[in-house]
């Protein structure tokens, strides 16, 4: 009894070229999260800031 490993062959040959592009959506979107992280960052560091100032004066 032989067993057909094409379908099986089709699935990875799928996969291995999909990782590429997977690997070039994510460091083509890191930038970007990163940017947003930082903004937020600032930009809660600020609030608090102000809070704070609100709370004193």
Same mark, same amino acid.
């Given at each position: 009894? #032989?067993?057909? /490993?094409?379908?099986?062959?089709?699935v %990875?040959? #799928? *996969?291995v070229?999909? *990782?590429?592009?997977?690997?070039? %959506?994510?460091? $083509?979107? /890191?930038?970007?999260?990163? #940017?947003?992280?930082?903004? #937020? /960052?600032? $930009?809660? /560091?600020? $609030?608090?800031? %102000?809070?704070?100032?609100?709370?004193?004066f």
């Amino acid at each position: 009894m #032989a067993v057909n /490993f094409t379908p099986i062959q089709e699935v %990875l040959g #799928a *996969v291995v070229t999909l *990782v590429p592009s997977l690997i070039d %959506l994510i460091t $083509g979107i /890191f930038p970007a999260i990163v #940017a947003m992280a930082v903004l #937020a /960052f600032i $930009g809660g /560091f600020l $609030g608090k800031i %102000l809070g704070m100032m609100d709370r004193v004066f």
